[in-house]
Structure formats: structure tokens, C-alpha cells
């Protein structure tokens, strides 16, 4: 019976965002903007780190990895999210729904792990410098990079397992412009128990330890940078890390936004905003936060492009 129930919904319908014709227009100009805007940015990261010996370091391997996310991140959402403002039906296949899932779960998780890497990164090369070839060698940063992706990964392929283990029998609109897990369990005609646990168990592990270990490793960071006794020796310090810093204050800002207002009534339009944020907004920004005022990515850009000398 389960199975039956389960196959009288082949589609979902996402609810994308309330506007006239005159603002879709615009919204599209944003959203394609935003979206163009990340590829070549992050694409642009890729390519310099990948071509220039220089940036051949830990901090760029693990910025290089983030710029993939970043691709990898928006290119899941927004491409669906510009179809749907110009189509009548907004609808996405069941199929296309779990996949949108699985890899937007597995990259927003993955990038949540690689934040703490970075920060553990930034803590050896400020505190412990003298160690930072040994501490941060080759082999420790594949490991930790491979670990990142290999624990995102095998997360979002358990959340999918037990999203597809539950029947849905409609409604079949989602409050949301992207497949997400808590809108998905909401529409659900079976028991959600097991699901929720493994949410919690997800939460607390993706985000409050790795908020916390991030924090840690910043707390060292800023006493060991209060020691410098020189003002540009901080300055200098601390320049190594104020991007990572700035980008991961954004990130969990906009993690903590959405669990402070509950999933209901207006706070639905509040979760769409949120959304955009790490989907849209971040990938866009990260770039630019991370390459803005790094003489090492300007050098390696102009010899890629000889014209911009």
C-alpha cells in the first residue's frame, strides 16, 4: 500500500517567490547576474591556483576546494530557480527533487567541515609557523581534504537514503524554491521519527562542533596575535586570516538567522532570503572577500591575462 502511495507523487511543486511579471524580470537580471558573477569568480580561483606554482600552498589548496563548493552550490539551485520565474508550472520530478537534495546537502555540509580545516590551517601557520611544513604537509592536507568531502558526502547520502524510504501521498508543494529537508519531511505520509533524529544528530555535529572547533582555533589565533608586539607584525598576522574569518561569520550568520525564526507563517519568505544567502549570495562574494587585497592571486591573474598589466 505504502509503494502505491508513494508513486502518486511523481512531482513536486515549489512555491519560488510570490511577484508580478515586471519583478520576475528583475529577479531573473539578480539571480543570473549572481549566478554568471560565481562561476567566473570562483572558476577564475580555480584556474589561477591550478596554472601558478606560487599559490601551490595549503591556504590556496583549501580555497581552491571552497571555490568548487561554490560552483558546485549554486549551480544546484539556481539554474532551476531562473526556469521556474518564467514557467507557469513550477514543478520539479521526484527524481530531480532527490538529486537536488543529495548534492545540495552534501556540498552545504562538506564546506561547513572545510571551514574548520581552513581555520585549522590559519592556527598552524600563525601559531605554530615554525612547524607549519610539517604540520600542514602534502599528505595531511590530501587527508584532511578527503575526509571533508568522503563524511559530506556519505551525510547527505544517509539524509537521501531516509528521505527516500518515506512515502508521499500530496500534498506535493513545497514551501520553498529548492528541495530542502525539512520542507520535504513536512509533506510526508509516513513517520518522520528516524529522519529528525539523524537532523539533530546532523546539527549538532556540523554545526555546533565545527562552530565550535572554528571558534577555538580562532581564540589561539587572536591571543597569539595579541602577543605580536610590533603593530604591523599584528597587521600582517592577522591578514592571513580576516577573509576566512569574514566569510565564516556570514556563513554561520545566516545558519543561526534560520533557527532563531521557527518554520512557519512569514518566516517562510525569511528561509527563502536565507537561502539565497548561502546559495547565491556567498558563492558570489567569496571570491571577491578572498582575492580583493591577495597580491598573490593578482600576480598569478595577470599571468594568466598579460593584458591586465
Wanted: hydrophobic fraction near 50%.
Amino acid at each position: 500500500m505504502a509503494l502505491n502511495n508513494q508513486t502518486l507523487v511523481t512531482e513536486f511543486l515549489l512555491q519560488g517567490f510570490s511577484a508580478t511579471s515586471q519583478l520576475q524580470i528583475f529577479l531573473f537580471s539578480i539571480f543570473l547576474f549572481f549566478y554568471f558573477t560565481a562561476l567566473t569568480g570562483n572558476i577564475l580561483i580555480v584556474m589561477a591556483i591550478s596554472l601558478d606554482s606560487d599559490l601551490h600552498t595549503p591556504m590556496y589548496f583549501f580555497l581552491a576546494n571552497l571555490a568548487i563548493l561554490d560552483v558546485g552550490c549554486t549551480s544546484t539551485v539556481l539554474p532551476k530557480l531562473l526556469e521556474n520565474l518564467f514557467v507557469e508550472k513550477k514543478s520539479i520530478s521526484y527524481g530531480g527533487c532527490m538529486t537536488q537534495l543529495y548534492f545540495l546537502t552534501c556540498l552545504l555540509g562538506t564546506e561547513l567541515l572545510l571551514f574548520t580545516a581552513m581555520a585549522y590551517d590559519r592556527y598552524v601557520a600563525i601559531c605554530h609557523p615554525l612547524h607549519y611544513s610539517t604540520m600542514m604537509s602534502r599528505m595531511v592536507c590530501a587527508f584532511l581534504m578527503s575526509s571533508v568531502w568522503a563524511i559530506g558526502a556519505l551525510s547527505s547520502l544517509l539524509h537521501t537514503g531516509l528521505m527516500l524510504r518515506l512515502t508521499f501521498c500530496g500534498p506535493n508543494e513545497i514551501k520553498h524554491f529548492l528541495c530542502e529537508i525539512p520542507s520535504l519531511l513536512l509533506l510526508s505520509c509516513s513517520s518522520t521519527y528516524v529522519n529528525n533524529i539523524m537532523i539533530v544528530i546532523a546539527d549538532v555535529y556540523f554545526g555546533v562542533i565545527n562552530f565550535a572547533l572554528t571558534m577555538l582555533s580562532y581564540g589561539f589565533i587572536i591571543s597569539n596575535i595579541l602577543k605580536i608586539r610590533t603593530r604591523e607584525g599584528k597587521k600582517k598576522a592577522f591578514s592571513t586570516c580576516s577573509s576566512h574569518l569574514m566569510v565564516v561569520s556570514m556563513y554561520y550568520t545566516t545558519i543561526i538567522y534560520t533557527y532563531i525564526f521557527p518554520g512557519s507563517g512569514s518566516s517562510m519568505d525569511n528561509g527563502k532570503v536565507v537561502a539565497l544567502l548561502y546559495t547565491a549570495v556567498g558563492p558570489t562574494l567569496n571570491p571577491l572577500i578572498y582575492t580583493l587585497r591577495n597580491k598573490d592571486f593578482k600576480t598569478a591573474l595577470k599571468k594568466m591575462f598579460p593584458f591586465m598589466n
